[in-house]
């Protein structure tokens, strides 16, 4: 191991920290913004879809530092400093951010295109009016909590208003890689109580995300991001492979 290893591995490694401090200091400039100012800044940084006209490209990047509540923030952080750290320490930071940076962004790439499927399908069954009229009306409707009664219309204004925010493809990415570089490693689970190895907890969590991606298709929950999160560090980390003297 070298010395970068020696010194970090066990601290918090400057790429994690700087990952956490900027991810709560945004959470923090949120909430005192909207509650003093009433001035949302995640309708500029959260990631909308592509066919709404508040989508913008710099949002791939941005959407993964703004998060939607305590609880969300506060899991994806500590998930980034148990895992992330470890792989820092064994990686570099020049490395792991690569890999956090192309595993988020891959997150997001599969999320979009899965919600480009949906608008089509969605699209097919509505008049040019309809959609003109979500297009047009559908934020200011949104914004109101309220929205269209046609059951078409009422999906595709969900479909292009409700913003993605969060760290969590790219968490996922690091639980994948954690759970490939050790993989017989014994993690304690909260919920239940009980110790499991890396590989199968990946595995078993990994299952679960394509399970409720499937099944609950309309959730605000971005399942599909998760999964694109692991299938970008796994592709990764094979080509990665491909030279093992600087792999690991």
């Keep these: 191991m070298n010395d970068y290893k020696r010194r970090r591995f066990g601290a918090i490694p ?3 920290k700087n990952l ?5 200091i945004l959470f923090l400039a949120t909430l005192v913004m909207q509650g003093t100012f009433g001035f949302d800044l995640s309708r500029y940084l959260a990631l909308f879809h592509i066919k709404s006209e508040y989508f913008r490209p710099y949002q791939f990047v941005t959407h993964m530092f703004m998060h939607g509540g305590i609880m969300h923030i506060f899991f994806n952080m500590f998930a980034l400093w148990m895992f992330g750290r470890v792989l820092e320490s064994v990686w570099g930071p020049r490395r792991f951010f690569i ?5 988020g962004l891959g997150a997001a790439l ?6 480009y499927i949906q608008y089509k399908s969605l699209e097919a069954q509505m008049s040019q009016e309809q959609l003109e009229m979500v297009l047009s009306e559908g934020y200011r409707i949104f914004s109101q909590n309220q929205n269209f ?3 078409h219309m009422g999906q595709m204004n969900i479909l292009l208003n409700v913003r993605t925010v969060g760290a969590s493809g790219a968490v996922f990415g690091i639980l994948l890689a954690f759970g490939m570089l050790f993989p017989n490693t014994q993690l304690m689970l909260l919920f239940p109580p009980i110790p499991i190895r890396a590989k199968y907890f990946v595995l078993i ?5 394509l399970w409720l991606a499937f099944t609950q298709p309309g959730s605000n929950i971005a399942h599909f991001a998760h999964l694109g999160g692991m299938l970008f560090g796994f592709l990764l980390i094979q080509f990665w492979k491909r030279d093992r003297g600087k792999f690991y």
């Design 14 to 16: 400057p790429v994690v």
């Design 20 to 24: 956490i401090m900027i991810n709560v």
């Design 99 to 103: 890999y956090y940076m192309i595993t």
């Design 110 to 115: 599969v999320h979009m295109t899965v919600l």
């Design 149 to 151: 009664v046609d059951p």
């Design 205 to 209: 969590y990994g299952g679960i995300e």
